[in-house]
């Protein structure tokens, strides 16, 4: 059983920022890639960032210069710095890690439960 755990959402204003973060437990023998994703009401869900195990790092073009994803291997956990916060930044943002399962050759992909970004003034 992997589990992921996300913290971090609030209400922001215009300009603000936030900092997510999402930790994940559980059979773990090595965590891949781990990004983090967004769905508003109304729209399909999009990738927003992703962070392999070496550090590479991939962002969504609307986002780019303002959010910045890192991880702490040791701590199984990653984050999201959002800075320069914009309305349209609001939805329900959720972490996804992607690995192999301790003492398997199976791999995983869970995701987390999700935490509501609210930007508005």
């Known amino acids: 059983q992997v589990q992921l755990v996300e913290s971090g959402g609030g209400l922001v204003q215009p300009g603000g920022s936030l900092r997510l973060s999402c930790a994940a437990s559980?059979?773990?023998?090595?965590?891949?890639?781990m990004g983090w994703y967004r769905q508003a009401p109304g729209k399909e869900r999009e990738l927003v960032a992703v962070i392999s195990s070496g550090g590479s790092t991939n962002y969504a073009d609307s986002v780019k210069g303002r959010f910045t994803i890192s991880r702490d291997n040791a701590k199984n956990t990653v984050y999201l710095q959002m800075n320069s916060l914009k309305p349209e930044d609001t939805a329900v943002y959720y972490c996804n890690a992607g690995g192999v399962v301790a003492g398997t050759w199976s791999n995983f992909n869970f995701w987390g439960q999700g935490t509501q970004v609210t930007v508005s003034s």
């Open positions: 559980g059979s773990i023998f090595s965590i891949n890639v």
